[in-house]
């Protein structure tokens, strides 16, 4: 797998280098590889576990590793990854550093947990994770891209699947805490799931031209929980068991983010649904989706 030598850098260009394969650079701000880069800090645990019982398939783990160096960063894979009690990482340098010269080729190194820029698993030829692989492939088109494909020496790369974990520290947590309740059918952690004094208020914003207050707020929360209640007495709670999920975000304010959640099924469907979550008293809850 060395054909990962660096995905990312402070020019949108590609840097060729004879005997090796081209670097791609894309820039640091770039919102993809921003949310590459937090998605695979926030399900590192699922990395974690599955290199310490892999599953059946997966034959190769790999993390790639923030070096900073005199004011300059570069991004490295790290082959052969284990961590210690503490959780902290260890692995050996896996690419010819550009841009640092603290590390060097075949180097063990160690390093926290927020040092984790990327991870990766492949699982029957599958890539499992390798967010920031995604966001340099997403940016590529014509021969760029049948480059960068042809380099993966086959791997497949599909559109993914997500581990979050299901609490209400993130956006999609509160979206698979809100599912994982309607799969064990407990309409009480489906409510706490949710904020319907919130719901209540934007709805209201959006649908009335009048001064709304507290107590308007407050009849309308109450409808649209019992409203939400009957619904799941009467028509049953959605299943999610044995569908996959992948997450994309959108920020419109600190404390409210879109999250589009696409579903994968077992008979090969698959589904969108835009989400609205909400930070509220510093725990993430589920509104309605967006029509």
């Known amino acids: 797998m060395g054909f990962f030598r660096k995905l990312f850098g402070k020019k949108d260009n590609v840097r060729q280098r004879e005997g090796l394969p081209d670097v791609y650079d894309i820039p ?34 790999s993390i790639k590793a923030r070096i900073e160096d005199n004011g300059m960063i570069e991004h490295i894979w790290l082959t052969d990854p284990s961590f210690d009690n503490e959780g902290n990482i260890f692995g050996v340098v896996g690419n010819e550093p550009i841009d640092v010269q603290n590390v060097s080729m075949n180097q063990n190194i160690g390093i926290t947990k927020e040092f ?31 480059n960068f494909d042809q380099s993966l020496g086959g791997m497949i790369i599909d559109e993914g ?22 799969d064990h059918d407990d309409i009480e952690k489906a409510i706490y799931c949710k904020d319907f004094d919130k719901e209540a208020e934007l709805m209201l ?19 649209l929980k019992l409203s939400f209640i009957q619904s799941l007495q009467e028509n049953g709670m959605p299943k999610f068991n044995g ?22 099924y077992p008979d090969g469907g698959k589904s969108f649904q835009k989400i609205n979550t909400y930070k509220i008293d510093n725990q993430w809850k589920v509104l309605s989706p967006e029509d």
């Open 205 to 223: 914003k959006e649908t009335l031209q009048i001064e709304i207050d507290d107590e308007l707020i407050q009849k309308t929360s109450e409808t």
């Open 161 to 182: 699947e997500d581990y979050f974990t299901p609490n209400l520290d993130t956006p999609e947590g509160a979206i698979l805490l809100l599912e994982e309740a309607y």
């Open 28 to 61: 640091n701000e770039d919102e993809r590889m921003n949310w590459g880069m937090e998605k695979a800090r926030l399900t590192l645990h699922y990395f974690q576990e599955c290199l310490q019982n892999p599953k059946i398939g997966q034959d190769y783990f």
């Open 116 to 146: 984790v820029s990327d991870w990766m698993i492949i699982e029957h030829g599958r890539l499992i994770g390798g967010y920031t692989i995604r966001a340099v492939r997403e940016g590529l088109a014509g021969t760029q891209l049948k």
């Open 243 to 264: 569908i996959k999920r992948a997450f994309r975000r959108q920020f419109k304010a600190d404390d409210h983010c879109l999250v589009t959640e696409i579903c994968y």
